[in-house]
């Protein structure tokens, strides 16, 4: 028998080629439906999303606790000043020898707070929920997180006492917080310039209605401070 010509061979295997080459093709390319396609999209952008958010939520988590530790700081430094500084002697007239309260009377904080260590009951009858006028010296500040309002502390004739006023800030500050350690307390404006409202050992006038005791306490509420003046 006649070998096959070499010619014949080559074209077989040619042939050959050609018949399984799109087979082998087939079996590494995968066809994604489009439904398919766009669900692993949307899935993708959905994490993208959930990582931004994980993001923000840490970096808010992270200034809150900022803001805690900060007024945890300055409420340790206020009481540490007030444990240092000695007693005050003051002479308050017995409030048995008062007329009675008039809205808008001027009352000095060392007598409000003498008058509440002395006789709680008989204090609460005279100023409780009463509005009227507070004056006395700024010892302390106080900036609750989450709310706009601010707190002055006033000095007492008691170390142990204090009067504090619970102030609500203008509405032209978008802010208002303790700078410069604690001893002055600042208001900031919308465009960033900021405005000092008041410092330590400054004289004040607070009009607010008086809530009572606390622990020591004395509190006023819906106050607005209405002067300073620098020693």
Do not use: W
């Amino acid at each position: 028998m006649k070998p096959a010509s070499p010619n014949l061979f080559l074209v077989a295997s040619a042939s050959l080629l050609l018949f399984f080459a799109p087979t082998a093709f087939s079996q590494e390319t995968v066809t994604i439906p489009k439904a398919r396609l766009e669900e692993l999209e949307r899935k993708e952008k959905e994490l993208e999303k959930l990582r931004g958010e994980l993001s923000a939520t840490k970096t808010e988590t992270v200034r809150l606790r900022k803001e805690k530790e900060d007024a945890v700081a300055r409420a340790a430094a206020v009481t540490a000043a007030a444990q240092a500084e000695p007693d005050v002697t003051h002479a308050s007239p017995p409030m048995a020898t008062l007329a009675p309260l008039a809205k808008g009377e001027m009352v000095d904080a060392m007598d409000l707070a003498n008058h509440y260590r002395a006789d709680p009951a008989a204090a609460d009858a005279r100023y409780r929920k009463k509005v009227f006028l507070v004056k006395g010296e700024i010892v302390g500040f106080e900036k609750p997180m989450l709310t706009r309002n601010y707190h002055v502390l006033l000095r007492a004739a008691d170390r142990q006492m204090r009067v504090l006023c619970v102030v609500e800030p203008p509405e032209k500050f978008s802010a208002v917080f303790p700078a410069k350690a604690g001893t002055v307390l600042m208001g900031a404006y919308s465009s960033g310039a900021r405005f000092p409202l008041a410092r330590l050992t400054d004289a004040v006038v607070i009009e607010g209605r008086c809530g009572g005791l606390d622990g020591g306490v004395v509190k006023l509420g819906g106050c607005t401070l209405l002067s300073t003046q620098s020693p």
